[in-house]
């Protein structure tokens, strides 16, 4: 029970940090001036927005967006894999420049990113198989 308890915070903690940090990428997308920019900052902004459901639904049981039509699944997949993604770029760029500059900064980007990245394959197999099958013993199978 205390180990479940604590699962559901620290999930419920990673969410919020990548709801703040995907706000912050959404932010450096808007400002560029390439083409896709946009698009990007659009598609990451949602996945924040994700985040931000992933927590709701942690909180209080109940979400944002409802997950139960086929449509908004497909969506939940798709913002999952944005935190991934955005997750794993941050483990690569602290592990090209944690060479360069040694600073415990870059360690920290590469845990986060970790974690990131752990929390999106957490939530897509939470909604994949729900939540009776992913529990702390479900997880070490990952």
């Known amino acids: 029970m205390v180990i479940n308890l604590l ?3 620290l999930v419920t903690a990673l969410n919020g940090f990548t709801f703040v940090f995907l706000l912050i990428v959404a ?9 896709e920019a946009p698009l990007l900052a659009v598609l990451v902004l949602l996945s924040s927005v994700d985040a931000l459901d992933d927590v ?6 109940r979400s944002l967006i409802p997950v139960e039509k086929s449509i908004y699944r497909l969506a939940n997949y798709v913002f999952e ?3 991934g993604i955005v997750g ?11 060479h360069y500059f040694t600073i415990p900064f870059w360690f920290g ?3 986060a990113g970790t974690m990131m ?3 999106a394959i957490y ?10 099958v992913v529990s702390v013993r479900a997880v070490k199978y990952l």
Do not use: E, Q
Request: proline residues 2%.
């Open 27 to 35: 932010m450096f997308f808007a400002t560029m001036t390439s083409p």
């Open 81 to 83: 894999s944005i935190s």
């Open 109 to 111: 980007v590469i845990l």
């Open 123 to 132: 939530d897509m197999f939470k909604l994949r198989y729900g939540r009776k």
């Open 88 to 98: 794993m770029a941050m483990v690569l760029y602290g592990m090209l420049y944690i």
């Open 117 to 119: 990245v752990v929390t």
């Open 56 to 61: 709701a639904r942690s909180v209080t049981g």
């Open 7 to 9: 699962t559901r915070v």
